[in-house]
């Protein structure tokens, strides 16, 4: 199935970082996510009930950053275990960036999971 849903740059607030005092105020990350879900039955029917979400999708992402955590890699694990639980598409791919890190645009981690 080549069919999904993207969603680009979702603003989380999160405590995140390797050091107490990083993870000491809230930080903005951004949260990209592809969901890998058949979508002609929601092509047919113009139903949001056949398809998956995406204002919800987004919501869950952004409730994620109440929880703190030390890295990006655990945000998108974190991320990618909640959407395929709560939303079961076939396959999830989470990219979470960290804006302004060491000089540059920033550090992003991607995955991808059935």
Do not use: W
Request: hydrophobic residues 40%; negative net charge.
């Amino acid at each position: 199935m080549e069919d999904s849903i993207s969603l680009e740059a979702i603003i989380v607030q999160s405590h995140i970082g390797v050091t107490a005092a990083e993870r000491a105020s809230a930080q903005t990350l951004h949260v990209s996510v592809t969901l890998c879900t058949d979508t002609a039955k929601a092509g047919r029917s113009d139903d949001i009930a056949d398809t998956i979400d995406y204002d919800r999708v987004a919501d869950t992402i952004r409730g994620l950053g109440a929880t703190e955590r030390s890295t990006l890699e655990k945000f998108a694990e974190d991320a990618a275990g909640t959407i395929l639980e709560k939303f079961a598409p076939q396959k999830v791919t989470i990219s979470v960036t960290k804006p302004n890190i060491s000089g540059s645009k920033g550090a992003t981690v991607t995955i991808t999971r059935p």
